[in-house]
T-cell receptor, first 110, second 118 residues
Framework: ELKVEQNPLFLSMQEGKNYTIYCNYSTTSDRLYWYRQDPGKSLESLFVLLSNGAVKQEGRLMASLDTKARLSTLHITAAVHDLSATYFCAVDTGGFKTIFGAGTRLFVKA | DSGVTQTPKHLITATGQRVTLRCSPRSGDLSVYWYQQSLDQGLQFLIQYYNGEERAKGNILERFSAQQFPDLHSELNLSSLELGDSALYFC?????????????????FGPGTRLTVL
């Protein structure tokens, strides 16, 4: 059964700093997603990564995928308070199921 | 606004009761997914429908059932409710072609239904 592990689960960082969230998954998959969830709100799609070596960037967030290592990273550059949210990675099992990680709660201190 | 609508927003009911949650996907999306989000279990995939047919099942209890109608809206039925069923229930939709291809299958999430079982 596919397992998706994120770390850290909680991250408190200062504005202006850089940090990386890691997402490991246990079996082969060629589709990985990153979502953002604000408290009490729904999930918003950030990135879809479809192939080995894929890299996507939007603003201060950059996501990458290494299918051989079964690892995706979400890198935050020069964090700002507005990035405070919970970030989920999710992986397609190949059987039309999507398995989500536990989420990383990010708090950016002003 | 993702374009996915869910009703009701909040639902408070008692143990043993039955409720129905409704979801309308984005225009043009054929797939509907249901998820349960709770503090202890995280975000759990329940079930997926594609163009009216069940396509994948996750951690869905036997007390729960779902269907997708010809107009593509979907309903999630929860019966014999227990305290532990209290959670946020999300519906998501995606295009999902009939076979896997170059599409992204990005899922667009609705605002959720918060279910409280007392």
């Amino acid at each position: 059964e596919l397992k998706v592990e994120q770390n850290p689960l909680f991250l408190s960082m200062q504005e202006g700093k850089n940090y990386t969230i890691y997402c490991n998954y246990s079996t082969t998959s060629d589709r990985l997603y990153w979502y953002r969830q604000d408290p009490g709100k729904s999930l918003e799609s950030l990135f879809v990564l479809l192939s080995n070596g894929a890299v996507k960037q939007e603003g201060r967030l950059m996501a990458s995928l290494d299918t051989k290592a079964r690892l995706s990273t979400l890198h935050i550059t020069a964090a700002v308070h507005d990035l405070s949210a919970t970030y989920f990675c999710a992986v397609d099992t190949g059987g039309f199921k999507t398995i989500f990680g536990a989420g990383t709660r990010l708090f950016v201190k002003a | 606004d993702s374009g996915v609508t869910q009703t009701p927003k909040h639902l408070i009911t008692a143990t043993g009761q039955r409720v129905t949650l409704r979801c309308s996907p984005r225009s043009g999306d054929l797939s509907v997914y249901w998820y349960q989000q709770s503090l202890d279990q995280g975000l759990q995939f329940l079930i997926q429908y594609y163009n009216g047919e069940e396509r994948a099942k996750g951690n869905i209890l036997e007390r729960f059932s779902a269907q997708q109608f010809p107009d593509l809206h979907s309903e999630l039925n929860l019966s014999s409710l227990e305290l532990g069923d209290s959670a946020l229930y999300f519906c998501a939709s995606s295009v999902t072609p009939g076979r896997r291809g170059p599409r992204t299958d990005t899922q667009y999430f609705g605002p959720g239904t918060r279910l409280t079982v007392l």
